[in-house]
């Protein structure tokens, strides 16, 4: 069994900063293979940041230098802090485990931008 628990989504305005927080749980998987989706109402979900099985970090071109993806100290803990949000950032953040060939997802959590 794996379990993937996404938290810290809320509302902000333009301009400020939040931080999401995943912690998972389960045989056989690590922090080296998690990362963050988000989905916008009528998209597609689409990467934010992960890190990948040979320890390289991915953004999206539309989040790099604004939002940061790092290792907790607990086992599979990440976080995403999102700096200098904007309102096109509002979506769905959902939490993803990789284990051998198959993904898990968290619930998600909300986060919204206004301006």
């Known amino acids: 069994q794996v379990q993937v628990v996404e938290s810290g989504g809320g509302l902000v305005q333009a301009g400020g900063s939040l931080r999401l927080s995943c912690a998972a749980s389960?045989?056989?998987?690590?922090?080296?293979?998690m990362g963050w989706y988000r989905q916008a109402p009528g998209k597609e979900r689409e990467l934010v940041a992960g890190?990948?099985?040979?320890?390289?970090?991915n953004y999206a071109d539309s989040v790099k230098g604004r939002f940061t993806i790092s290792r907790g100290n607990a086992k599979n803990t990440v976080y995403l802090q999102m700096n200098s949000l904007k309102p096109e950032d509002t979506a769905v953040y959902y939490c993803?485990?990789?284990?051998?060939?198959?993904?898990?997802w968290g619930q998600g959590t909300q986060v919204t931008v206004s301006s």
């Open positions: 993803t485990v990789q284990r051998g060939w198959s993904t898990y």
């Open positions: 389960g045989s056989g998987i690590s922090s080296n293979n």
């Open positions: 890190f990948f099985s040979g320890g390289s970090t």
